[in-house]
């Protein structure tokens, strides 16, 4: 007997028909054409589509809205960074673990089953800001599987020891990966090495802000793909951002490209923060700053799109929601075919799930139920109609119902 049995559910990833799906516990027991075994809840979905949980690959949820309070006269990243650093040395652990839940309730509400966030470690708070979002991700780990990447507070004179010896305790306490922005650092090199060799023996995963500027150098990019190549870390590395790679000629773009994929970089484009902070010296025309996602998607690269910053001094709009930015990337990158939204699609959902690693992931016998219903019967009509996220399951329990009502009234008015 099933828990839980979907009916007539349009699955993502299959163009042809409807399926019945059949849950027991916290995962799917059978995908079929016309399950009849008895389950004690039946919904009824003729046709809606379902897609498995979205994954958003990156975030800062001890960030996530300060916009009130963190202000950006300028709207750069430098003055954002600068300034969220000094908030942050005064403000409570307590202050800090309720602004990042309320983050991620937020993205749970849209649909979003896994999470990756960047953290802020600072010598100057020692693990305070890290130790409130890894408490988080202990509270809410019934709902939402969030990983944690301790990331060091940029020293444009160079990355310290002590920075280092900050990473590694964090590691210790739970923090899943470790991060941080070459390109913003004094020298790209040194710090991809001192971050490649503390990464490899603590034996986890390096998720990277790479190129976040406007200038058309994309050295950093190169020497972390050949990093990756020579340290055999291939599949281990995420590289977010790679604004310049928009700035550079077609033939260094595809020169790289090809590195990147050799060394299987994860790629996370986060275009609507770019949108927002970069070109901020240009006049007409503005540089926008989001990367080469059809040369990358053509390359065979794996992108993925993520909110990253969330009512903050970097951007103060978004919802947390990746169909939002599903739909802002294939209008941006110019891809709105079917089959191209559907690839869309999955920049939301399996791509970044790969790049986490999740295990059980997708639509199939036995993987987590891990799943979203929405109001619409295709991938293509889910991105243009910005559909509403009807039902989210986590490890097969119902957790949100989302609605929205339309009443036109004027078809009464004679
Ligand atoms: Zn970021």
């Known amino acids: 007997m099933y828990d839980l049995l979907l009916k007539k559910a349009k699955l993502f990833g299959q163009s042809q028909g409807v399926f019945d799906v059949g849950i027991k516990g916290e995962k799917i027991a059978c995908v079929g054409c016309e ?4 389950a004690g809840w039946v919904v009824e979905l003729d046709g809606k589509l379902v897609i498995p949980g979205f994954v958003d690959l990156h975030t800062h949820l001890e960030k996530t809205l300060t916009a009130h309070l963190v202000h950006n006269n300028s709207g750069t990243l430098e003055e954002a960074i600068g300034n969220f650093q000094e908030f942050l040395l005064g403000i409570s ?5 309720k602004r990042a839940r309320r983050a991620a309730e937020m993205a749970i509400s849209q ?28 509270d809410l780990q019934k709902v939402v599987n969030i990983q944690v990447v301790a990331f060091p507070a940029q ?6 020891q002590e920075q280092l010896d900050l990473l590694r305790q964090a590691v ?3 923090a899943d990966l470790i991060g941080g922005c070459p390109t913003l650092d004094a020298d790209y090199r040194r710090f991809t090495d001192l971050l490649f060799k503390l990464g490899t023996e603590l034996d986890v995963d390096i998720d990277f802000h790479v190129d976040e500027t406007d200038e058309p150098n994309v050295e950093a990019l190169e020497y972390l793909a050949e990093k990756t190549i020579t340290q055999e870390y291939q599949g281990r590395v995420t590289a977010g951002h790679l604004c310049s790679l928009s700035a550079v000629s077609d033939e260094v773009a595809e020169r790289v490209i090809r590195k990147v994929r050799e060394a299987e970089l994860n790629v996370v484009t986060l275009p609507s923060a770019n949108l927002f902070l970069m070109g901020r010296g240009d006049k007409q025309p503005i540089r926008r700053g989001v990367t080469r996602v059809r040369d990358l998607v053509e390359g065979g690269v794996s992108v993925s799109y993520a909110s990253d910053n969330v009512r903050d001094p970097f951007r103060p709009f978004g919802n947390a929601d990746l169909l939002e930015e599903a739909l802002l990337t294939a209008q941006i990158v110019q891809m709105g075919s079917p089959a191209e939204l559907e690839r869309i699609l999955a920049m939301g959902t399996y791509n970044p799930a790969k790049a986490m690693k ?11 139920a891990d799943m979203v219903v929405l109001s619409a019967t295709s991938p293509h009509e889910a991105i243009v109609s910005q559909a509403v996220k009807e039902m989210v399951f986590h490890r097969g329990k119902l957790i949100v119902t989302n609605s929205r009502q339309t009443q036109e009234l004027w078809k009464g008015i004679q």
Request: hydrophobic share 25%.
């Open 35 to 38: 399950l009849d075994e008895d």
């Open 93 to 97: 652990p307590e202050d800090i673990y």
């Open 111 to 138: 649909g979003t089953t896994a999470i990756r966030s960047h953290i802020t470690v600072d010598p100057r708070i020692g693990l305070e800001t890290i130790r409130s979002v890894l408490t988080v991700k202990r």
């Open 155 to 160: 020293d444009p004179t160079g990355i310290k």
């Open 172 to 174: 210790s306490e739970g």
């Open 358 to 368: 999740l295990p059980g992931y997708g639509l199939t016998s036995g993987c987590y």
